[in-house]
């Protein structure tokens, strides 16, 4: 990775540099007042202020057709005593316990990142790799599934084959790694703002079940009905807001995250104070639209996915099915493409298409690099999420000898172990786009990494792959 010519104008100080190293002036209010080189992170404005717009009012209509079921009495919520013999109280206490576990574990296992990344990122990849080889052999086995078993081996291999190519480009990604999870130790803010978004999400999910729950009707011999055609079409509105919402919170942490990194590659030697509410205050004023663009089009693709995964299962016809695949290919991939351009939103503020627009060159014209590295540091962030879920349910069902209670805390360590894990995703996502525009920038601020990365570039490089 170099920094690439054919790129669109990047914002440095105070201006735009184009091809021709021709300085144009940048209009705007640089979000670190009480920083001298802070230019790079300039408001420009609002942007895509109509998605912002149509967003709030979205999530408003639903909000306010839950409070008007509440009031009209179409929603009841009935207590339930518990069943299982577990109490309320119980339940409460197992959970902040194996969320204290979990929680310490992630951090744990952060500092294990930090000090041997390239060993963890290996050992990740292995198990990866392992564990499709194990569930293989279980279909074939104890399942007797001779497709499912083809699959996971046919996975497992393919894996192989691709962490045998990746080798060369295993430094960058332990380089970049190390620093992320510095990162995180040093800003633990932004873990605070991840966490806050679970609450969020939450919150969301209550008045979307609370919206739909004034479109249907409960009896005891038809069970759970719409209310007519327009009630269906009201249905696939609220799953729409509902995804859009999720979305929405996600990327406002995903950007905020990636702000805070920025300013830390861009601005080591001089950094502002507060980064992370400056980083996150933008994320909700000026690039709020853009978050909402992007958002909006994810969530158009998980309804869809949303829809076919219901076709598939009703009619389980090979047209529904093509389609399910189809679309989920889709949606990942646009996922994907997401978390860069909402890097390029974070660091130079720009709006979506214009951030959408960077990421496709960057993502065409370091196809491998991109690809390569997110895989290797993904791996090791699903592994050490995989483990801690399973842990922590199974020392909870040691303890409480309680199925219901150890699943319970195993979802709720999933949660845990994802809010804390993404910070360091996302900051490793924000430091290889910038190290990709701006390689030199590294010089002045952290010279002693910038040569190990350019070290680990070269390497990289010299590699046919």
């Known amino acids: ?109 952060m500092g294990v990142m930090h000090v041997a990344p390239a060993a963890y990122i290996t050992m990740s990849n292995v198990i990866v790799i392992l564990l499709n080889f194990a569930v293989g052999v279980l279909c074939f086995t104890k399942l007797n599934s001779t497709y499912g078993g083809i699959v996971f081996v046919l996975v497992g291999l393919i894996h192989l084959w691709w962490f045998y190519l990746a080798q060369r480009r295993i430094p960058l990604a332990a380089l970049l790694l190390r620093w992320s999870t510095e990162i995180a130790f040093k800003y633990s803010a932004t873990l605070y703002v991840s966490m806050y978004s679970v609450l969020l999400n939450y919150l969301n999910a209550f008045v979307t079940i609370a919206t739909i729950l004034t479109f249907v009707t409960y009896s005891s011999d038809k069970g759970i009905t719409l209310n007519g055609t327009n009630s269906y079409l009201a249905l696939i509105g609220v799953l729409l807001v509902f995804y859009w919402t999720n979305q929405v919170i996600m990327n406002v942490v995903h950007v905020t995250i990636s702000g805070v990194g920025a300013t830390v590659y861009f601005m080591n030697a001089h950094m502002p104070s507060n980064p992370t509410w400056h980083s996150f205050r933008r994320a ?30 009703n009619r389980r016809s090979f047209i529904a099915v093509c389609a399910l695949c189809l679309v989920s290919c889709l949606e990942r991939l646009v996922q994907f493409f997401n978390k860069y351009a909402f890097t390029y939103v974070a660091i130079y503020g720009d ?93 002045e601020t952290n010279p002693t990494l910038h040569g190990e990365i350019m070290a680990a570039i070269s390497a990289a490089n010299s590699s046919s792959v």
Not at 21 to 29: F, H, L, Q, S
Not at 403 to 414: D, G, N, P, T, Y
Request: hydrophobic content about 55%; charged content about 10%; aromatic content about 10%.
């Open 284 to 313: 909700m004023t000026t690039s709020f639209g853009s978050i909402c663009f992007g958002s909006l089009v994810v969530a158009i693709l998980q309804l869809l996915h949303a829809l076919c995964r219901a076709a598939a299962s």
């Open 351 to 443: 709006n979506f298409i214009e951030a959408a627009k960077k990421a496709w060159n960057l993502i065409t014209t370091a196809t491998c690099a991109t690809i390569f590295n997110d895989n290797l540091i993904y791996s090791a962030i699903y592994v050490t999420i995989l483990f801690w879920t399973v842990a922590t349910g199974a020392i909870v069902y040691v303890i409480y000898r309680n199925v219901a209670v150890a699943v319970s805390c195993a979802i709720w360590a999933f949660v845990i172990s994802v809010v804390v894990l993404r910070v360091v995703y996302v900051s490793v996502i924000t430091m290889f786009v910038c190290v990709a525009e701006e390689p030199d920038a590294l010089r």
């Open 1 to 109: 990775m170099s920094k690439r010519s054919e790129e669109t104008p990047l914002v440095v100080g105070t201006y735009v540099t184009n091809d021709n190293a021709e300085m144009v002036a940048v209009t705007g209010v640089p979000i670190y007042a009480d920083a001298q080189c802070g230019t790079r992170f300039v408001n420009q404005g609002y942007r895509d202020l109509w998605a912002a717009a149509l967003w709030v009012a979205a999530f408003a209509a639903v909000s306010l057709r839950a409070v008007y079921g509440f009031a009209q009495g179409q929603i009841t919520v009935e207590e339930r005593k518990s069943e299982g013999g577990v109490s309320g109280s119980d339940l409460v206490a197992y959970t902040a316990v194996s969320g204290l576990i979990t929680l310490l574990g992630n951090v744990l296992a």
